[in-house]
């Protein structure tokens, strides 16, 4: 998979692209712009940072059963999202599926291209489900993931939900299209 471009709903462009190691410093700089209401819509929780360990862990990937992309400003490099999904060992056909699109490109449709690519990657490896954790507030995650096929969500914890999407068997493109 190559970099693909992808204009936003405020004209801005964003390019979005494997994600590679060389991405730790840039990563960490944009995780520490991110809203503490961010933080913790993506990860249940507000750290402040992330450990160098954790930063390799996010940009050293296989690209097989551990996929990340990110999308950076077109014009000036940064990052303004990342999605990537972690095949499940037991059952390759389901992965995992997490996104975070960065504050200052929220709102903008970045998000839903993010998720475009992710499905056509995890495809390309086999994946015909979804699942992720969300806050059972999170609408934004409910309707990107509900936009893909269908849909069941099961309680996970307090506040949180498990949705899980089996991916419809059409175009990716189409797909998203529709749920827009």
């Not at 913790?40 to 929780?45: D, E, K, V, Y």
């Not at 390799?56 to 990340?68: I, P, S």
């Not at 699109?101 to 475009?116: I, K, N």
Request: glycine residues 12%.
């Amino acid at each position: 998979m190559g970099i693909s471009r992808h204009r936003l709903k405020d004209g801005s462009e964003a390019t979005i692209r494997p994600i590679a190691p060389e991405d730790k410093e840039s990563l960490g700089v944009s995780f520490g712009q991110l809203s503490s209401g961010s933080r913790s819509r993506r990860f249940h929780s507000a750290p402040a940072g992330l450990s160098d360990r954790e930063l390799g862990y996010l940009t050293e990937v296989d690209h097989h059963d551990h996929g990340a992309l990110v999308a950076q400003r077109a014009a000036t490099g940064e990052i303004l999202g990342v999605a990537r999904f972690v095949r499940s060992a037991g059952n390759p056909a389901l992965a995992e599926v997490e996104i975070a699109v960065f504050d200052s490109a929220q709102r903008r449709g970045l998000g839903r291209a993010l998720m475009h690519r992710l499905v056509e990657r995890a495809r390309q490896e086999g994946t015909t489900a979804l699942t992720g954790i969300a806050l059972a507030h999170n609408q934004p995650m409910f309707a990107l993931l509900r936009g893909l096929g269908t849909t069941t969500t099961t309680r996970a914890g307090i506040g949180t939900v498990r949705l899980t999407v089996r991916l419809s068997i059409g175009d990716p493109v189409e797909d998203l299209a529709l749920a827009a």
